[in-house]
């Protein structure tokens, strides 16, 4: 019966699931740059530079799932 | 009313909107030129008449636009020293910045009004011209683009780190034991461990033009996407929705030219800059 419902589902499953994962992973970046600013407000800088960098390579992921899977 | 707009069949045979992959808009002696390649002559046009204009009377104390310049060109030596070291930057500087600038123009460029809406098409029932071949559309937001500039990030990438470290070093980089005062047993079974994951290191290193071609590709793409289906929402509640996706797009535009600009120069750092008193770990 679930299984039944569950061969009804379509669409694009690997879109939604690494979009999933990647705002979390987005969101858990900003959380430790936020934390960090806040300790240490001189660092603002070096760590801004830093979460942007870690933001793009999660980010990046989403376009993977998106044009990479036919 | 939408389908008597857009029922018309579309020339491309998709949905109407943004197609994935650049449009052929002219045939010239047999090469396709797409409408992205207009855009990024363009820009490479206005770019070098700015900086021709700024650099032809150089004085000491100068003017507004050679103050301009000066002001972008000293602040990304900076900041490309501080991640690569005195060394490095002096070769390098001229790809990381070109980089950084060439994208960064691109992706403004293409906000402008008139990429995308200015083109061949034809009229529909209802009295709309509808575009179907526009002139103009984002640099960036063509894969072709990103891939090239991924690749020649990637042959450029090869060919310093074999200059700054030469062959062994290269070897040692990638293979090598990476801790000092460790010998015996424990030697040889790490020697074992990092000579394996030397190889795990070389997919990566190939696989990392992909993620920044895809990267590029996927953001620029995404927003146009966005941006054309806010303004599809009706005549006044699609201003008001694709303003702030507008001004989005800007910051997008100008963080994804910084983010593969400091890629591109992180990943040449860990390969090229080590060999320096940085003492950085691996």
Same mark, same amino acid.
């Given at each position: 019966?679930?299984? #039944?419902?569950?061969?009804e589902?379509?669409?694009s499953?690997h879109? #939604?699931l690494?979009?999933l994962?990647? #705002?979390i992973g987005i969101g858990l970046?900003?959380k430790?740059a936020s !934390?960090?600013v806040?300790?240490?407000?001189?660092?603002?800088?070096k760590?801004?530079?830093?979460a942007?960098?870690?933001?793009?390579?999660? !980010?990046?992921?989403?376009?993977? #799932?998106l044009?990479?899977?036919? | 009313?939408l389908?008597?707009?857009?029922?018309a069949?579309? @020339?491309?045979?998709?949905?109407?909107g943004?197609?994935?992959?650049?449009?052929?808009?002219l045939?010239?002696?047999?090469?396709?030129i797409s409408?992205?390649?207009?855009?990024t002559?363009?820009?490479?046009l +206005?770019l070098i008449?700015?900086?021709?204009l700024? %650099?032809s009377?150089m004085?000491l104390?100068?003017?507004?636009?050679?103050?301009? +310049?000066e002001?972008?060109?000293?602040?990304?030596?900076e900041?490309?020293k501080?991640?690569?070291?005195?060394?490095?930057?002096?070769?390098t500087?001229?790809?990381?910045?070109? *980089?950084?600038?060439? *994208?960064l123009?691109?992706?403004?460029?293409?906000?402008?009004?008139?990429?995308g809406?200015?083109?061949?098409g034809? %009229?529909t029932?209802?009295?709309?011209f509808?575009v179907?071949?526009?002139?103009l559309?984002?640099g960036?937001?063509?894969l072709n683009?990103?891939c090239a500039?991924?690749m020649?990030?990637?042959?450029f990438?090869?060919i310093?780190?074999?200059?700054?470290n030469?062959?062994k070093?290269v070897?040692?980089?990638? /293979?090598g034991?990476k801790?000092?005062g460790?010998?015996?047993?424990?030697?040889?079974?790490?020697a074992?461990i990092?000579?394996?994951?030397g190889?795990?290191?070389i997919?990566?290193?190939? /696989?990392?033009p992909?993620?920044l071609?895809?990267?590029?590709?996927g953001?620029?793409y995404?927003g146009?996407v966005m941006m054309?289906?806010?303004?599809?929402?009706?005549?006044?509640?699609g *201003?008001?929705?694709?303003?702030?996706v507008? /001004?989005?797009?800007?910051?997008v535009?100008?963080?994804q030219?910084?983010? /593969?600009a400091?890629?591109t120069? @992180?990943?040449?750092?860990?390969?090229c800059s080590t060999?320096e008193?940085?003492?950085?770990a691996?």
């Open positions: 019966m679930i299984t #039944a419902l569950l061969a589902l379509t669409g499953f879109v #939604a690494a979009a994962g990647s #705002a970046v900003g430790g !934390e960090s806040g300790r240490n407000p001189g660092a603002f800088g760590v801004m530079v830093m942007i960098l870690a933001i793009a390579f999660a !980010e990046s992921i989403v376009f993977f #799932a044009f990479l899977v036919k | 009313m389908t008597s707009v857009f029922g069949e579309p @020339v491309t045979g998709e949905e109407h943004l197609t994935s992959a650049a449009v052929p808009v045939q010239v002696f047999g090469l396709t409408n992205s390649m207009i855009i002559w363009i820009v490479t +206005l008449l700015f900086v021709r700024a %650099t009377k004085s104390v100068p003017g507004k636009l050679q103050n301009f +310049l002001m972008i060109v000293e602040g990304l030596y900041f490309f501080g991640i690569l070291g005195e060394r490095v930057v002096r070769s500087f001229w790809f990381f910045s070109a *980089i950084f600038l060439f *994208i123009s691109t992706n403004w460029f293409s906000l402008l009004p008139g990429v809406s200015m083109g061949w034809h %009229t029932e209802s009295g709309h509808m179907d071949i526009p002139w559309r984002g960036n937001a063509d683009m990103t500039m991924a020649l990030f990637f042959l990438w090869t310093w780190a074999f200059k700054f030469g062959v070093g070897a040692k980089e990638l /293979f034991v801790s000092d460790i010998t015996g047993p424990l030697l040889a079974f790490l074992v990092f000579f394996l994951v190889f795990l290191e997919i990566s290193i190939c /696989f990392r992909i993620s071609m895809f990267r590029l590709y953001n620029i995404a146009e054309e289906t806010m303004m599809e929402m009706g005549p006044i509640t *201003i008001l929705a694709s303003l702030p507008y /001004f989005l797009e800007t910051l535009g100008f963080v030219a910084m983010v /593969f400091l890629l120069a @992180v990943f040449t750092a860990t390969m060999s008193s940085e003492g950085t691996h």
